[in-house]
């Protein structure tokens, strides 16, 4: 017999995260209520996946989880928000068991690593797609956002760039090597920068998520700002395996890492006065932190190489309403 609505949340998502002192009520009831500690304010953020839009079709049900919930959490990490509290909306063709046991086992694993509760969220029939709302906490005042870049601030990037979407260029074909499952792990398997997020709050002037491509997520923080950028390309951090497929005589070797997406590594400003500690975090965290341009008084992004030559990039990042040629 088919599995019911009931009983899948029951056997599936019920208890998938322990209980928590402040978690008044979880799932199981018309809504959840928690309790928010005194000094804090709420950041929330949701995101919606949709087969064959965020992942290729036959992606592993494990990967499609832990996805779902990165996804989000990076947008807490760009924040500087603490992970608190999940809703999870999964909209399923069918209640295949194996599936949503393999779904919950990669959902279930990040959330605990990443010590957010699951407290309630909704099932329904339909095309496969998952909705995940997140709440963190950020002390009163702390929470970084866009708008703070000013002219003079460095620009860095944590991590490297470009592996995503080099296996979003090949995903119909095997991963046969190792450099292409490595790509294709950061692709299904990205990681939140939570630790990071949560350290720049009070050092980094602004900060985003790259979800869209490095091109498309900058411009949305110099629009905020009200601010320009220039961009080194080469200094752009291309993640290693990226680097044993493409080469610098590649187009995919600056536009990859520029317009690709799905990389969720965080992009930040920082003045020059506290521009040195960069370095202690980057010992402390054990994670690349690299500059690679300025922020400037001027409108838009200018591409330069290091010798002061001008790049033109072939793509500007992900739109899922651009406009069609």
Known sequence: M???EFDLIAQYFAGLTPDRDDIRLGIGDDAAVVSVPPGQELVIAVDTLVA???FPAGTDPRAIGHKALAVNLSDLAAMGAEPAWALLALTLPEADEAWLAAFAAGFGRLARDSGIALIGGDTTRGPLSV???VHGRVPEGQALTRSGARPGDAIYISGGLGAAAAALASSDSPADSEARQACRARLDYPEPRLALG?????????AIDISD???ADLGHLCRSSSAGAEIDVDAVPRHPALTQLVTGDDVAWYDWPLAGGD???LCFTVSGEKEPKITTLTETLGIALTRIGRITAGEGL???HADGGGYQAHG????HFAPQS
């Open 131 to 133: 909705t995940v709302t």
């Open 52 to 54: 064959g839009v965020h």
């Open 2 to 4: 088919p599995i019911g």
């Open 316 to 319: 500007k990042g992900y739109q």
């Open 198 to 206: 949560q350290a720049l709050c009070g050092l980094a002037s602004a």
């Open 263 to 265: 990389d969720y590594e």
């Open 213 to 215: 491509g490095l091109l």
């Open 302 to 304: 200018v591409l330069q």
